[in-house]
């Protein structure tokens, strides 16, 4: 589904659950919107949820070969959509 389907529904980065893959759709006003391009963070990244601590702690994204971890304000700004795992190892 795309964001211009009538089906979509976006969410945001501390919805989604370890083991769930997304896209990046936008990234609101935060502290970490100013530095987002030095990590390779961006619209339409893909991506896979890999960490969430307990506690309202951080979480961890992997994407091409990198894990970020990102803290639970900051993935509140991000919007994404929720993808279908690829059939394939490399989710890039």
Not at 21 to 37: D, L, Q, V
Not at 45 to 61: D, Q, R, W, Y
Not at 69 to 79: H, K, L, W, Y
Request: charged share 20%; proline share 8%.
């Amino acid at each position: 589904l795309s964001s211009s389907s009538p089906y979509f529904c976006p969410m945001r980065l501390n919805e989604l659950l370890v083991g769930e893959y997304g896209r990046i759709k936008a990234i609101h006003a935060c502290e970490f919107s100013s530095r987002h391009n030095e990590f390779g963070v961006m619209e339409e990244l893909s991506f896979e949820v890999t960490l969430s601590a307990p506690f309202n702690g951080p979480m961890a994204i992997h994407f091409n070969n990198t894990t970020l971890s990102i803290r639970r304000e900051d993935a509140a700004a991000i919007e994404v959509e929720k993808v279908v795992p690829p059939p394939f190892e490399n989710f890039q």
